[in-house]
């Protein structure tokens, strides 16, 4: 019986120690990378356009939503991708501000979308979103979904097709197929980021950012949009399932933009091409020395990409 004790308390103290050791390692990475940080650049990076800041206080939690740009003029609606929030989006705030009313959101756990209660998940955010249109008065909008912005568009869509413009897909894939493979090279990686957020919050947001983006002023920006995202943030997550199952089959025909970057996973632009094979009329954009998130490795690029995009929308419908 002593023994056994005895071997408890080993047990016990060594895995203190290997707690401390992780702990002392990971908040090191982080002073290291928070001391690197250009301050100055970050600062830059922050809209120049006037964004209003609205709440929908729904029954579960509020809902934020940030709106600029012209008055009456057609509706862009972008949504973010995990871990991050609307901030993701400054550059675009910033270029489509100037012919279209723009708004972002930070989807239901996240960036200030905080819920009341432990019943509400990612999957409530199409609702959500339908409500904020109908706030401010919009019949229809184009959407811009990056990641899981995009799983929660193509969700919009279905709820409320005759709401939805266009669809633009950002590093995303179909939900109205199955992607066992989606579910496999997550598994992969889930440990390593939760062993970092149960250490430290931000050595996991550090791994999000490396994992999101290729280039170190959109790294920059991604890691900062992650600044309120928490551990309390993670128990929405599990909406994403509801998001593809909840789904039946209802591919009403819209028009399609579908984005990747070079450097993202190959799963990723494996299922990105699959979708465009099975739709020729989509538009599929691969675009160079960039990750994950376009829009911050390459904003210039993208914003151009969306605008025509965008624009043979119009001119279609004159014809």
Known sequence: MKSFKKGILKVLKYSLVIFLLLKI?????????????DQKLLSEMNPQTDIESNTLDETNGNFHYYVSGKIDAPLLVFVHPAFADHRVFNSQVDFFSKNYRVITVDLIGHGMSQPKNSTVKIDRSADYMNNLMENEGYESAHFIGLSLGSLVIQQFKDLYPKKVSSLTVVGGYDIHKT???VNREQNK??????LRAIFSMKAFRRHATSIATHSPKGELQF????????????????????????QQGNVTPVPLLLMIGEHDVDIAKSLVHEWHKR???TELIEVKDAGHCINLDQPEQFNKTLLNFLTNIEKDKLK
Do not use: C, H, P
């Open 25 to 37: 390692y990971f908040e090191a990475g982080n002073i290291i990378y928070d001391n690197q940080i």
């Open 223 to 246: 890691y900062a949009a992650t600044s309120r995202y928490t551990r309390k943030s993670f128990r929405v997550m599990s909406g994403v399932t509801a998001i593809l199952e909840s």
């Open 179 to 181: 992607n066992d493979q």
């Open 189 to 194: 990686t889930k440990f390593g980021a939760l």
């Open 279 to 281: 739709n020729s009329e």
